[in-house]
């Protein structure tokens, strides 16, 4: 299964592919399977005034982006790990780290 | 309207996307934004050099050939080609193609540039290639004096790039005069 | 510092009208993204993994207390109240909307800021010593020279499509506070004029850069450094971003024959075109008179008491001063490496009261280093105690310049899409190993550079200790170098092993620290000067021992 992520164009905020369009709450990101995750992909490509590049986050068995990208799909669902804004994204919508190993 | 707020329905199939500026037709303006009728043909380097109409040469061509050659000819000059070549020649230069393969290569500004402030090129220097309107006043002061561009408006998109700035910081091979020369009055 | 005429004004305001409608262009789908990162980039401003990230230019690393205000201002206005001082002395928000950009842009010109040429394949900010004219071993005052260098690089209309980014750096002093032979082009400032040196820096190849010419008259130092881009120009590989810098084209010909290339296209130039008249050096230089200091009496005495009354004052002023031209007074390095916290990270609070002190006890002005501090470049002596007092209320007094808790750290994979690691938190667990004031104090200066990927923004070629975030299949690994030094005997780190996870990082530093504390002739050997008598297989060994 996949996730579809992207950034939005006028602020930069990290957006996920929920239920029925972008959320900015990673934890309600939708398991996409290929073929699906595909066409979203490139449909949503090209909608640069929206959205800045958009590309696809695989998932392990764990339901958690892979080794790979781990880190990375981390931070960008929950803020940075340190700093003053440690976190700051999991706060911004009231929940607890998610995508940890 | 952020995508967060438009609905996604399935059978959204057709979405119209903005169309950017330099996706229009390729038209041929000069310096005063005015369009040209571009009558000059690119050669292909096995096709003979024709007696009457306006040809182009690839630059390894004019390098071999424009020696013999009676007449004047355009030249195509990539990006990485060494103008500096073709001195020789200039004289039966009559239009000389300066690439841009993709805009963010630069190599051809110091081309333009060469050709007009070391050897006094006089005649026209005609950017081709990936030609956008927010590159269109470096050209100019490099010296390029004619533009194939792709732009929704190549005029407007002209008039725009000149009056973009009115302080100078250095010399090119334009007219402006450096902010130096006009703060102790040089003549530069 | 110098100050806008009206022909730097009207830039300003040019420049911010057409990066609005670039942004308005982009936004309304009329210009690509493709098309428009370049532009961005030219104007300082990334797209990274939570926000776009902008970078604010520092020229030369002066600040205005009035700027420094205007920055705290942005912080607070736009961003999440902080800012962050990167290696090349410019400030990054890391919180910022596109669409606010130029709203941003307009404010600073304001002040006579910008955020011009901070990215993208131009020439960047001319960096140089935190110390001009307050240093004692100067020669000149470096800052008119940086000046006169960015208003000629400012949209330059033959180099900004380079094939990759471009930074001249400038001493002129007998200690090289600026790294110069870590640049692309470095400019060594003497009484017979500029020696110019060509292809160093940092990255995937690092190298140290070649001298290619001695004594160059200052009244030639654009046209020359025209011919040098120029070069650069047309000969720099475009097939490789990775191999595109000037050090790789140096390398390629030899720097004879690059030198060969330079003088034959400087003689072709019609100098007199390019090169301003004395006139405008003189005039950029009135801007930068040796600052006018009066004299302050300093009571030794009181002092001596203030020290062993406040330990932390004494120790304070045992670390972070640097001996000043005039007797009466300092240059107070401010340092932005609390203990346990974010290298460089700089508050609302902590910029306006900086702003503060400048205009109380300094002369308004402010001096960012490449080593992410923040300088004051001239405070009486007698002032020490009461700013030391006022620096304290916003935990300003970490007491550790040049020691090995200054660490030198890129933003990392907590923020920057273009990294490999994380960097911050490893730096923050170095720091408080290392938190032991009397532990740090007796290892004395060691330099610790970190950088979260290969584009090596934490120049963590050039520490002492390098350490380099690498990703091995989303496993985050630190490569650690050995032996490198920014100062006049320049030299490159060299990796030592294989890379090794966070955890045991720490404890791999601790090693070496210990080491060097037992090889070392006397306290007045540092832990570079060890390291280059005893040799680094030595240290690296002790680096990988197992714990």
Redesign the interface.
Same mark, same amino acid.
């Given at each position: 299964m996949k996730l579809l992520t992207t950034? /939005?164009?006028?602020?930069? $905020?990290?957006?996920w592919w929920g239920e029925?369009?972008? $959320?900015?709450d990673a934890a309600l990101a939708a398991r996409l399977d290929d073929a699906e995750a595909e066409a979203l992909l490139a449909?949503w490509k !090209?909608?640069?005034?929206? $959205?800045?590049?958009p590309y696809l986050v695989p998932l392990n068995d764990a339901d958690a982006p892979?080794?790979?990208?781990? $880190? /990375?799909e981390f931070? /960008?669902a929950n803020? !940075? #790990?340190?700093? !003053? #804004?440690t976190a /700051?994204?999991a706060q911004d919508h009231a929940r607890a780290l998610i995508f940890q190993d | 309207m952020s995508p967060l707020d438009m609905p996604y329905t399935q059978d959204q199939t057709i979405v119209t996307l903005p169309r950017a500026n330099s996706s229009y037709e390729p038209t041929l303006i000069d310096d005063s934004g005015a369009r040209l009728d571009n009558d000059w043909t690119l050669l292909a380097d096995d096709e003979p050099v024709g007696s009457d109409g306006n040809y182009v040469l690839s630059f390894d061509r004019a390098l071999t050939e424009l020696d013999g050659l009676n007449g004047r000819y355009g030249v195509r000059v990539n990006a990485g080609q060494d103008v500096r070549e073709l001195a020789p020649w200039l004289d039966k230069i009559a239009l000389v193609e300066a690439v841009f393969p993709i805009y963010r290569d630069g190599r051809n500004y110091s081309t333009a540039r060469i050709l007009r402030q070391d050897y006094g090129f006089k005649g026209p220097i005609r950017a081709v290639g990936d030609v956008l309107r927010d590159q269109l006043l470096l050209m100019l002061r490099c010296g390029f004096n004619e533009f194939i561009v792709k732009d929704r408006d190549a005029a407007e998109a002209l008039a725009s790039a000149k009056a973009r700035f009115t302080t100078y910081y250095q010399s090119a091979a334009d007219a402006h005069r450096p902010t130096w020369a006009l703060r102790h009055q040089v003549g530069v | 510092m110098y100050v806008y005429d009206k022909f730097d004004s009207a830039f300003a305001k040019d420049r911010v009208r057409e990066f609005s409608d670039q942004v308005r262009r982009r936004l309304a789908g009329e210009i690509t993204e493709d098309q428009f990162k370049p532009l961005r980039l030219m104007n300082g401003l990334y797209l990274q993994l939570h926000a776009y990230m902008y970078r604010i230019a520092i020229p030369y690393g002066v600040l205005a207390s009035r700027q420094i205000r205007k920055l705290a201002h942005i912080a607070r206005t736009y961003d999440r109240g902080f800012g962050h001082f990167t290696t090349r002395t410019n400030m990054q928000f890391h919180w910022i909307k596109l669409a606010d950009a130029p709203k941003i842009l307009e404010e600073l010109s304001e002040v006579e800021m910008h955020s011009l040429q901070t990215s993208g394949n131009c020439i960047r900010n001319t960096t140089t010593d935190q110390f001009a004219a307050a240093a004692r071993d100067e020669i000149e005052d470096p800052r008119p020279w940086c000046e006169l260098i960015r208003q000629w690089s400012s949209n330059h209309p033959e180099f900004s499509f380079l094939p990759r980014k471009f930074k001249i750096a400038i001493t002129a002093a007998t200690k090289d506070r600026a790294a110069i032979r870590l640049h692309d082009i470095g400019l060594h400032l003497t009484p017979q004029g500029f020696d110019v040196y060509v292809g160093g820096g940092m990255g995937r190849t690092p190298a140290l850069a070649h001298r290619i010419r001695i004594g160059l008259p200052g009244s030639e130092l654009l046209s020359y450094l025209e011919a040098c881009l120029r070069v650069y120009n047309r000969y720099g590989r475009r097939d490789n971003s990775f191999k595109a810098r000037i050090k790789i084209l140096v390398a390629a010909l030899g720097p004879d024959e690059y030198k060969r290339q330079v003088e034959e296209e400087w003689a072709t130039m019609d100098k007199s075109r390019i090169d301003p008249p004395q006139a405008e050096i003189d005039r950029i230089r009135s801007y930068f008179p040796a600052p006018d200091l009066a004299p302050r009496p300093f009571d030794e005495a009181a002092h001596e008491r203030a020290k062993t009354a406040d330990p932390e004052f004494a120790r304070w002023v045992k670390n972070n001063l640097n001996p000043h031209k005039n007797d009466d007074y300092v240059s107070v390095t401010v340092s932005l490496k609390p203990i346990g916290k974010t290298p460089g990270d700089i508050s609302h609070q902590q910029m306006d009261l900086l702003a503060d002190m400048a205009d109380r006890f300094g002369t308004g002005e402010l001096r960012v280093t490449h080593e992410q501090n923040i300088v004051l470049p001239h405070i009486a002596k007698a002032d020490l105690y009461d700013l030391y007092r006022e620096l304290d209320k916003v935990e300003l007094t970490t007491a550790n310049i040049g020691k090995i808790t200054d660490i030198i750290c890129c933003p990392g994979l907590d923020y920057c899409s273009l990294a490999n690691a994380r960097s911050i938190p490893l730096a923050q667990s170095i720091s408080n190993r290392f938190a032991d004031a009397a532990l740090s104090d007796k290892i004395g200066d060691l330099s610790i550079k970190m950088s979260g990927c290969i584009n090596a923004c934490g120049h963590h070629h050039n520490g002492n200790i390098g350490i380099l975030g690498v990703d091995k299949q989303g496993i985050e690994v630190y490569q650690i170098l050995l032996g490198g030094r920014a100062d006049e005997n320049a030299a490159l780190g060299q990796i030592t092993g294989k890379g090794l996870p966070a955890e045991a990082i720490p404890a791999a530093i601790e090693r070496v620290v210990q080491l060097y504390l037992q090889l070392r002739t006397d306290e007045s050997e540092r832990f570079i000067d060890t390291l280059e008598r005893v040799g680094r297989p030595t240290f690296a060994e002790a680096l990988h021992e197992p714990a």
């Amino acid at each position: 299964m996949k996730l579809l992520t992207t950034n /939005r164009l006028h602020d930069g $905020v990290t957006l996920w592919w929920g239920e029925n369009g972008w $959320v900015l709450d990673a934890a309600l990101a939708a398991r996409l399977d290929d073929a699906e995750a595909e066409a979203l992909l490139a449909e949503w490509k !090209p909608r640069e005034t929206e $959205v800045v590049a958009p590309y696809l986050v695989p998932l392990n068995d764990a339901d958690a982006p892979v080794q790979r990208e781990h $880190v /990375r799909e981390f931070v /960008r669902a929950n803020g !940075p #790990t340190t700093g !003053p #804004t440690t976190a /700051r994204i999991a706060q911004d919508h009231a929940r607890a780290l998610i995508f940890q190993d | 309207m952020s995508p967060l707020d438009m609905p996604y329905t399935q059978d959204q199939t057709i979405v119209t996307l903005p169309r950017a500026n330099s996706s229009y037709e390729p038209t041929l303006i000069d310096d005063s934004g005015a369009r040209l009728d571009n009558d000059w043909t690119l050669l292909a380097d096995d096709e003979p050099v024709g007696s009457d109409g306006n040809y182009v040469l690839s630059f390894d061509r004019a390098l071999t050939e424009l020696d013999g050659l009676n007449g004047r000819y355009g030249v195509r000059v990539n990006a990485g080609q060494d103008v500096r070549e073709l001195a020789p020649w200039l004289d039966k230069i009559a239009l000389v193609e300066a690439v841009f393969p993709i805009y963010r290569d630069g190599r051809n500004y110091s081309t333009a540039r060469i050709l007009r402030q070391d050897y006094g090129f006089k005649g026209p220097i005609r950017a081709v290639g990936d030609v956008l309107r927010d590159q269109l006043l470096l050209m100019l002061r490099c010296g390029f004096n004619e533009f194939i561009v792709k732009d929704r408006d190549a005029a407007e998109a002209l008039a725009s790039a000149k009056a973009r700035f009115t302080t100078y910081y250095q010399s090119a091979a334009d007219a402006h005069r450096p902010t130096w020369a006009l703060r102790h009055q040089v003549g530069v | 510092m110098y100050v806008y005429d009206k022909f730097d004004s009207a830039f300003a305001k040019d420049r911010v009208r057409e990066f609005s409608d670039q942004v308005r262009r982009r936004l309304a789908g009329e210009i690509t993204e493709d098309q428009f990162k370049p532009l961005r980039l030219m104007n300082g401003l990334y797209l990274q993994l939570h926000a776009y990230m902008y970078r604010i230019a520092i020229p030369y690393g002066v600040l205005a207390s009035r700027q420094i205000r205007k920055l705290a201002h942005i912080a607070r206005t736009y961003d999440r109240g902080f800012g962050h001082f990167t290696t090349r002395t410019n400030m990054q928000f890391h919180w910022i909307k596109l669409a606010d950009a130029p709203k941003i842009l307009e404010e600073l010109s304001e002040v006579e800021m910008h955020s011009l040429q901070t990215s993208g394949n131009c020439i960047r900010n001319t960096t140089t010593d935190q110390f001009a004219a307050a240093a004692r071993d100067e020669i000149e005052d470096p800052r008119p020279w940086c000046e006169l260098i960015r208003q000629w690089s400012s949209n330059h209309p033959e180099f900004s499509f380079l094939p990759r980014k471009f930074k001249i750096a400038i001493t002129a002093a007998t200690k090289d506070r600026a790294a110069i032979r870590l640049h692309d082009i470095g400019l060594h400032l003497t009484p017979q004029g500029f020696d110019v040196y060509v292809g160093g820096g940092m990255g995937r190849t690092p190298a140290l850069a070649h001298r290619i010419r001695i004594g160059l008259p200052g009244s030639e130092l654009l046209s020359y450094l025209e011919a040098c881009l120029r070069v650069y120009n047309r000969y720099g590989r475009r097939d490789n971003s990775f191999k595109a810098r000037i050090k790789i084209l140096v390398a390629a010909l030899g720097p004879d024959e690059y030198k060969r290339q330079v003088e034959e296209e400087w003689a072709t130039m019609d100098k007199s075109r390019i090169d301003p008249p004395q006139a405008e050096i003189d005039r950029i230089r009135s801007y930068f008179p040796a600052p006018d200091l009066a004299p302050r009496p300093f009571d030794e005495a009181a002092h001596e008491r203030a020290k062993t009354a406040d330990p932390e004052f004494a120790r304070w002023v045992k670390n972070n001063l640097n001996p000043h031209k005039n007797d009466d007074y300092v240059s107070v390095t401010v340092s932005l490496k609390p203990i346990g916290k974010t290298p460089g990270d700089i508050s609302h609070q902590q910029m306006d009261l900086l702003a503060d002190m400048a205009d109380r006890f300094g002369t308004g002005e402010l001096r960012v280093t490449h080593e992410q501090n923040i300088v004051l470049p001239h405070i009486a002596k007698a002032d020490l105690y009461d700013l030391y007092r006022e620096l304290d209320k916003v935990e300003l007094t970490t007491a550790n310049i040049g020691k090995i808790t200054d660490i030198i750290c890129c933003p990392g994979l907590d923020y920057c899409s273009l990294a490999n690691a994380r960097s911050i938190p490893l730096a923050q667990s170095i720091s408080n190993r290392f938190a032991d004031a009397a532990l740090s104090d007796k290892i004395g200066d060691l330099s610790i550079k970190m950088s979260g990927c290969i584009n090596a923004c934490g120049h963590h070629h050039n520490g002492n200790i390098g350490i380099l975030g690498v990703d091995k299949q989303g496993i985050e690994v630190y490569q650690i170098l050995l032996g490198g030094r920014a100062d006049e005997n320049a030299a490159l780190g060299q990796i030592t092993g294989k890379g090794l996870p966070a955890e045991a990082i720490p404890a791999a530093i601790e090693r070496v620290v210990q080491l060097y504390l037992q090889l070392r002739t006397d306290e007045s050997e540092r832990f570079i000067d060890t390291l280059e008598r005893v040799g680094r297989p030595t240290f690296a060994e002790a680096l990988h021992e197992p714990a």
